[in-house]
């Protein structure tokens, strides 16, 4: 019975795993210029694995499979579910893209892609530190070989290097926290060091120490100041597609563990890891902003952007425990979920546009490329500015309602210190407006430099007007994924 609940607990995982081995063997056969077999069959397996996590998430059981190493909840499959939909959708984006650019020779982009979601799902659902740590290493190592997958390519060859050499450094943060903990606590296992912390028997200093280490490793993965030093390099350098694969999904999986290690394993340890985000939060609200001002590269600007939207999910964990009581914990914890997954959905939208205008030997990524975008395509346009106006925290876009959750969950606290974080990240938000509304002035009241029309297959027309839409639509009724985030999220802390 046992042996059946873990294989229970883990098939997506194991279906995600075969399929992505044959993808990978099958793709040898293929000789079409765009991979066509093996986008069809990948998208398909991502189809098949989004749907199966979907009824996982609705059955709304938690399970323990591997012995406690895995949890199957309804928080971690719904990031997992959307996980899948995001990198369903970058690829679908991406084709085009890397077919222009020659990264279709072989199927690494989807193989690649897939290995990364794997890791993702291992992140996610892991309730071991061990078992955590080697989906996050998954995912890394994925992503340094897509960053590189443009192997003629000077800059993108730059910006793996980097990523690799700071990934690794972040890696060995969060491997050092995590055996610190282990050696204060004599457990592996997530629920089992929630216990030894809870006890009060350990050393405080050792466990505080650890847990230094464990939130700069996360910060990294998050992208906050001041471990946001790759962010902007890598996003420039990389080739667009893999650009938004990087920041798309991932940001779900790294808010998992965030959850899986903070919440879950070391709750009682809430005033000093409180802390430490409030002080990230304010650092990534601050230069965030300030320097996306100053830069006239979109996709760079776009990822200083990325550091200040993840300062305010920072804003939202902080704010879960009030002394030491956790009646606001589902409330502040569901509003960072709820912002992590709306970003991630309008980040797909915003890359997708850039992705779009880019052609064969022309990226597209300055902001002057995209003047009088109106002009010439009114659809994509609009898409663009929708993303825009989410991302600036514009109702009704969703990033509007998101925002507002948050503050909201800061404001409810009652402290002082929190009205006085939620005030300077409304100014923030402000200052962040400018260089959101400087690229819509460029799109709409700017001349255009070419007269070029813009044109995409059929599949990439159809997603990201969805895509766009959504970005709308869940803006003016948000109720019912909010009301997803807050029922995941209180399973989770029941259990």
């Known amino acids: 019975m046992t042996d059946t609940i873990s294989w229970i607990a883990v098939f997506p995982e194991v279906i995600l795993l075969v399929m992505a081995c044959a993808i990978t063997l099958l793709d040898l056969a293929v000789k079409s210029r765009l991979r066509t077999p093996t986008y069809l069959i990948t998208l398909l397996t991502l189809a098949a694995v989004a749907l199966l996590q979907g009824l996982y998430a609705s059955a709304g059981g938690t399970i323990y499979g591997l012995g406690n190493m895995v949890v199957s909840d309804a928080m971690g499959n719904w990031l997992k579910c959307f996980a899948t939909i995001a990198v369903m959708v970058t690829l679908v984006y991406a084709r085009p893209y890397a077919a222009d650019r020659d990264m279709l020779r072989g199927g690494e982009l989807f193989s690649l892609s897939l290995f990364a979601l794997l890791g993702m799902f291992i992140m996610i659902s892991g309730n071991n530190f061990l078992l955590i ?253 929708i993303c825009l106006f989410s991302l600036a925290g514009i109702p009704p876009m969703v990033g509007f309602y998101a925002k507002l959750s948050v503050l909201q969950a800061l404001i409810a606290s009652g402290q002082t210190l929190h009205i006085v974080l939620a005030v300077f990240a409304v100014i923030m938000s402000l200052i962040g407006a400018f260089y959101y509304l400087r690229v819509v002035k460029v799109m709409y009241f700017d001349e255009p430099i070419t007269a070029t029309t813009v044109s995409a297959p059929l599949d990439v027309r159809a997603v990201l007007s969805v895509n766009g839409l959504l970005v709308l639509v869940l803006g003016i009724v948000p109720g019912g994924l909010m009301a997803l985030c807050a029922q995941a999220v209180v399973q989770m802390l029941g259990t």
């Open 133 to 385: 740590y080697l989906g996050l290493e998954l995912l890394t190592l994925s992503s340094y070989a897509l960053v590189a997958l443009r192997r003629d390519h000077a800059v993108s060859t730059e910006a793996a290097m980097k990523y690799f050499v700071l990934g690794a450094l972040a890696s060995g943060f969060l491997l050092y926290g995590m055996s610190m903990m282990y050696g204060a606590t004599g457990s592996l296992d997530v629920n089992q060091v929630f216990r030894a912390v809870n006890s009060g028997l350990i050393n405080p200093s050792v466990l505080t120490f650890g847990l230094v280490f464990v939130v700069a490793g996360l910060a990294f993965k998050l992208g906050v100041v001041p471990f946001h030093m790759w962010i902007p390099d890598v996003y420039q350098g990389a080739p667009t597609a893999v650009t938004l694969m990087i920041g798309g999904a991932p940001k779900l999986a790294a808010f998992a563990i965030v959850m899986r290690l903070l919440v879950e394993g070391m709750l009682p340890l809430w005033f000093d890891w409180q802390q430490m985000l409030g002080l990230l939060a304010i650092a990534s609200l601050l230069i965030g902003n300030l320097a996306a001002i100053m830069q006239t590269n979109l996709k760079r600007m776009l990822a200083y952007s990325t550091i200040s939207q993840m300062g305010f999910v920072l804003l939202g964990l902080m704010s879960g425990v009030i002394n030491g009581n956790i009646y606001s914990a589902a409330n502040a914890y569901s509003s960072a979920m709820f912002y992590v997954i709306t970003y991630v959905l309008t980040t797909l939208a915003s890359f997708g546009v850039i992705l779009l205008l880019a052609r064969e030997g022309f990226e597209s990524e300055e902001i002057a490329d995209f003047a009088g975008l109106n002009q010439r395509s009114p659809l994509y346009a609009a898409i663009m500015g």
